[in-house]
């Protein structure tokens, strides 16, 4: 009987010290660990009993944000996801990613600024060359060469384009063009605006989540919801100079659930209805942009904001996908989401917090509206 006694003692002592030993602990914010198994789950809960999201190789770097029970969470295509820790290694640079970002955006370079909106960048130093995108004014880049009344300049994505120098504020005076007022006519490599406009419709905006649900979290702890909430105001306020009466499903940092947000949309006669996301996932060189609907009838939406989008921004196209989302199956208006960057690639990032970007963002917005209606 001593013996049981002194035997039960012992078992509630030791129970006693496991309450006393917390069981939840936090990684650095985007810390990054490299899988070191051939193949990891990622799990919906921290336990193996868990459904299983989706899968991880050897070599994968992963951002993790905080540890329970032996088990770390990330984001896996926008999911909260649990790794079991004991198959990863940290990773031998594990400073925060937006120091990363930071010295990529310290170099002191000449710098041009494009003066004219539509401005054709080109493959070379003339107008035979085809254009590889365009650009607007008040967007600045390094300046790489001169040749004639052309500059080359750097171009977000790493690659190189020709803009004409009369339509930036470093004009040339060696070719032909007088350069000391310039007039924007159709062959002076500005795009012609078609015009279009959007008066008489109703657009729904909806950012993405919201008050106490931050939606992904990216590298540095930035918030999806705080991102998109600012690409919002911008979209919005552009569709308005084009004249579109616009509906916004929440206005400020607040919770508002997927049906509530249908349910606003269908109070309306709503002509197209568009849900703005930020992309998160845990291998970092997973990048682009992308466009999900629902039901046929969202196809050719999808397609026209989609390719206004990606000829405006400099990420990695993802394309457009076809996802049965509940804000899209609820809503009976045209509908799509846009997933527009991973806020968990280090170069996605340092563009989608530019507010050049959400500018393009609410060009490509509105363009690709005016193309649907017309």
């Given at each position: ?13 030791l129970l006693f ?36 999201l989706g899968l ?234 992308s466009t999900y ?82």
């Amino acid at each position: 009987m001593r013996f049981l006694r002194n035997f039960s003692f012992s078992i509630g002592f030791l129970l006693f010290l496991l309450l006393l030993i917390p069981t939840t602990g936090h990684a650095q914010e985007g810390q990054t660990y490299e899988v070191s198994s051939a193949v990891l789950n990622v799990r919906s809960e921290p336990s193996n009993n868990a459904e299983i999201l989706g899968l991880l190789s050897k070599g994968n770097n992963v951002m993790v944000f905080q540890e329970k029970y032996g088990w770390v969470q990330t984001y896996y295509g926008g999911q909260v996801g649990w790794i079991a820790k004991h198959h990863l290694i940290p990773t031998t640079n594990n400073q925060p990613a937006n120091d990363n970002v930071a010295t990529t955006t310290t170099q002191t370079l000449e710098s041009v600024t494009i003066t004219a909106n539509g401005v054709n960048i080109r493959t070379g130093p003339d107008t035979s060359y085809s254009s590889i995108g365009s650009t607007y004014a008040g967007d600045t880049y390094h300046l790489v060469a001169t040749e004639g009344d052309w500059h080359q300049v750097s171009l977000a994505n790493g690659s190189k384009g020709w803009v004409a120098s009369w339509l930036t504020d470093k004009a040339t005076t060696t070719g032909n063009t007088t350069q000391s007022t310039p007039v924007h006519t159709v062959d002076d490599d500005s795009t012609v605006n078609t015009g279009g406009s959007l008066a008489g419709y109703n657009i729904v905006i909806d950012p993405g989540h919201g008050g106490n649900d931050p939606g992904a979290i990216g590298l540095g702890g930035v918030y999806e919801k705080d991102l998109v909430s600012s690409t919002s105001d911008i979209v919005v306020q552009q569709l308005r100079d084009a004249g579109a009466d616009v509906i916004v499903t929440r206005l400020g940092d607040y919770y508002i659930s997927l049906d509530e947000r249908a349910q606003i949309s269908n109070s309306y006669n709503t002509d197209a209805f568009i849900s703005l996301h930020y992309n998160a996932f845990p291998i970092l060189g997973v990048q682009g942009v992308s466009t999900y609907y629902s039901s046929d009838t969202d196809h050719q939406l999808a397609q026209s904001v989609h390719s206004s989008l990606v000829s405006n921004v400099n990420l990695n196209n993802r394309g457009i996908i076809q996802e049965h989302y509940k804000v899209l199956r609820s809503t009976y208006a045209p509908s799509i989401l846009m997933e527009l960057g991973f806020i968990t690639n280090p170069y996605d990032l340092s563009m989608i917090q530019t507010s050049d970007y959400q500018y393009k963002v609410a060009q490509a917005i509105t363009n690709g509206l005016i193309n649907y209606f017309n």
